[in-house]
């Protein structure tokens, strides 16, 4: 079984035990998760085991990323399940921290990306991102780790991380890992866990809908209204979709595209009954 810390200092005593113990530097790999782990966690926890030494996966639900009408009550969890994946893996340290640990009372510091925070996710979920740079924050100060595993599924995350770790010259390394699918193409969520079977017909919507632009823009349509019209036709014809909050056409970094190549990113939410899902494709 890995060790499990609930304590930060505990935590910090153990890492830094093991620094001492040994006559060579030991590299550390921070996986953070939100728990509930499925076959996208186990990717990047499969990519740090391989690059370090010692890989540490936290668990933590954070209550400051979700917003008040939104899951963080419902969110799944399930300690006892993660930690046997954790071992079946091979994981050395599993930090699942209380709330008092991590936000003990009177905290007041927060950590904000400008412009990046704002556009896509961050004009649906206010605050969201916020949330997240700051708890990603306050776990790279409790591990140190030397390497940060975070997956392409949520691509505008991932960019916001890159970001803050170069802006505020954080000594780690971001390493992104591919997105995760189910043999049908639906991306690797806990989320996923509140779809009904008829539900997950059409959350599948997503996945075929990037295959269609896909092959649109093999054929030559490159404008990305055209291709977004077409994919907007093609999500509404799934009867389970809601609404869709967008479609988007990006470079790598995000930035707006009107004539879609190589390299660019498509990116969708979405909403199938109650459940909002978020979904990317790199244009090859
Ligand atoms: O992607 C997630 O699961 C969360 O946003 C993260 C990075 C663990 C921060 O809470």
Redesign the pocket.
């Known amino acids: 079984m890995p060790l499990l810390f609930r304590k930060v200092k505990e935590l910090r005593n153990h890492l830094k035990g093991l620094k001492c113990d040994r006559d060579k530097p030991v590299s550390v790999g921070l996986v953070?998760?939100?728990?509930y782990l499925h076959e996208g966690?186990k990717a990047l926890i499969r990519e740090s085991l391989l690059q370090n030494d010692i890989t540490v996966v936290?668990i933590?639900?954070?209550p400051t990323?979700f917003g008040p009408n939104e899951d963080y009550q419902r969110y799944p969890r399930d300690l006892q399940r993660d930690m046997a994946i954790c071992e079946d893996l091979g994981v050395d340290v599993v930090f699942a921290p209380t709330d008092e640990e991590m936000y003990p009372l009177g905290f007041s510091t927060e950590v904000y990306v400008k412009g990046l925070s704002e556009v896509l996710e961050g004009k649906f979920r206010p605050g969201h991102f916020k949330?997240?740079t700051t708890?990603?924050l306050k776990?790279i100060n409790v591990v140190s780790p030397d390497r940060l595993y975070?997956?392409e599924?949520?691509y505008q995350?991932l960019k916001i991380?890159e970001r803050m770790v170069k802006d505020l010259l954080l000594p780690v390394e971001v390493v992104p890992v591919k997105t995760v699918r189910e043999p049908d193409g639906l991306a690797c969520s806990?989320r996923n866990v509140y779809l009904s079977e008829e539900e997950r017909k059409s959350a599948l919507s997503i996945y075929k809908s990037f295959l269609l632009a896909q092959e649109l823009i093999n054929k030559g349509i490159k404008d990305a209204k055209t291709l977004r019209q077409k994919m907007e036709e093609f999500i509404r014809s799934f009867p389970l979709v809601r609404k869709i909050d967008y479609i988007a056409f990006t470079d790598k970094d995000l930035n707006p595209k009107i004539e879609v190549e190589k390299g660019d990113r498509i990116l969708v939410a979405l909403w199938v009954g109650n459940t909002r899902l978020v979904d990317n494709w790199e244009v090859s």
């Not at 953070?32 to 728990?35: A, F, L, R």
């Open positions: 953070p998760t939100m728990g966690h936290s933590y639900v954070n990323q949330g997240v708890i990603v776990l975070m997956g599924k949520d995350q991380v806990s």
